[in-house]
Structure formats: C-alpha cells, structure tokens
C-alpha cells in the first residue's frame, strides 16, 4: 500500500516537473496534427537537439531528456511522429505503427524534418542542430543522416540497426553516433556488418559505443532491461558528442 502511494507520487511529480519545463507545440503535416514538446528556453539562440522517442510516442525517457538537455545549454523538441489520435496505446499496435514508418522511411524522414522545422523556430541556430533518439527513434535518428537532413550529427541510442538492402549506399555527411547494447536481441549479426559497411562506403563520420551486459532498452528506468551504469555512460557519451559538434569554438 504504502509503495503504491510513493509511486504514485513520484509518476505526479514528474508530470508537474514535465508540465512545468516542457511546453506543448503543435505543427502539422497536410491535415495531420502533431503535438510536440519544447523545452522551456525556447526563442533563445542556442544549439538545438531534436529528441525522437521510442515507439510509443513521447515518453517519460525522451522528456527527461529533454529536460537534461536544456541544463547543457540547448533547446530540445521532442518530435511527435504518429501525430494526434494515432498514438499506440500497447505493444502490438506500436510494432504495427513504427513498423509503418521503418518501411515507408521516406514518411519517416518527412516527419523528422517537420519536427527540425519547429525546433528552429524555436530558436535552435541552424547550422547547429543534432538529431537523438530512443530505440525507434533511434532508427529515426539514422534515417536522419541517410536523408541527408540538415543536422550536424546524429545519435541513435539503441536503435533498430537493420535496413531493406536493397537501398543503395550514399554518402553520408552527418557525424554518427551509434549506442548499442551488446545483448539486444533485435540486433543481428548481419544489421551491424551491414550498418557498418553502409557507413564506410558512406565516407561518414562514425562511431559505435557497445555497452556490455544491456539488452534493448537499457536506458529506460522503467524497463526491466535498465542498466544503470551503462545507461549514465551512454548519456555522458552523448553529452560528449553533442558538445564536440554543436558548440561552439
């Protein structure tokens, strides 16, 4: 009874701390509302960070990242990809929607630009932008790079690896960050050599961080796959990217 009470505070805690430093922004894509998040330093003239949540849409993990981020000096939008009343609601429909949108990635990519679109009218400075995500963001973040979206560099923090190999190969002008968990189950083989290859033949600028002992969601508290210490590892190795590419000399 009591711990039912304690989380029950803490989950209204949190939405207070949420409401209070991240306020709602809705943008559109022909017809189709969508409603993202900005932090609350929002019109200043800063780096910006575009955060692409997991596949159920905007989550506790991407807002408290949000917040995070603005403590180191950037705007962040969070990105709404499904947009308003098309948000999964359980496992099986998250899987059919972000499914849709990893095999459609020119939707996908659509929608990313929209959500750039904001954070810079949010007042992100251009030619200083980044792109993060969380598992399906994750790929979202990749498919950033590969659309050759204006943004300095990407993070794709447990993200889906694997991509239809009949698409070519292209240059890749993007710095890439990849956070892997070394036991997730949804990685093969195959989706890492290939990932690799396609960012050599790229030419890019990149990076895979392999985090020992962590399966896929590694970086959510509320997962039963959360590894604590790795998880601070792969957000001070973000932190760390961000700032060699987003501040300035």
């Known amino acids: 009874m009591i711990r039912s009470i304690l989380l029950t505070a803490m989950i209204t805690a949190s939405g207070n701390l949420f409401s209070q430093k991240l306020k709602p922004v809705s943008y559109q894509d022909g017809s189709q509302k969508l409603n993202g998040l900005v932090t609350s330093n929002a019109g200043k003239k800063l780096p910006g960070v575009l955060i692409l949540p997991a596949w ?23 990105a709404d990809i499904y947009g308003e009343g098309k948000i999964p609601t359980d496992n099986e429909s998250a899987a059919k929607s972000s499914g849709y949108y990893k095999q459609n990635f020119q939707e996908y990519q659509k929608r990313i630009s929209l959500a750039l679109e904001q954070l810079k ?17 994750g790929t979202g973040a990749l498919e950033s790079a590969r659309g050759h979206l204006p943004v300095a560099g990407v993070v794709s923090i447990h993200g889906s690896l694997g991509r239809d190999q009949s698409r070519k190969n292209e240059a890749l002008s993007a710095k890439i960050l990849v956070e892997n968990p070394a036991d997730d ?3 093969t083989p195959d989706d890492y050599n290939n990932l690799i290859k396609e960012m050599n033949e790229g030419n890019a600028d990149w990076q895979i961080i392999t985090y020992a002992h962590s399966k896929h969601t590694f970086t959510d508290p509320k997962s039963p796959d959360y590894n604590p210490t790795m998880a601070k590892r792969a ?12 501040k300035y000399d």
């Open 56 to 78: 159920k849409g905007i989550d506790d993990e991407a807002k408290t990242a949000a917040i995070e981020l603005e403590k180191q000096g950037y705007i962040a939008f969070i």
């Open 121 to 137: 009218k949010n007042g992100a400075v251009s030619d200083k932008v980044a792109v993060i995500g969380y598992c399906f963001g």
């Open 185 to 187: 189950k949804s990685v």
């Open 235 to 246: 957000w001070n190795h973000t932190l760390m990217f961000l700032k060699e590419i987003l």
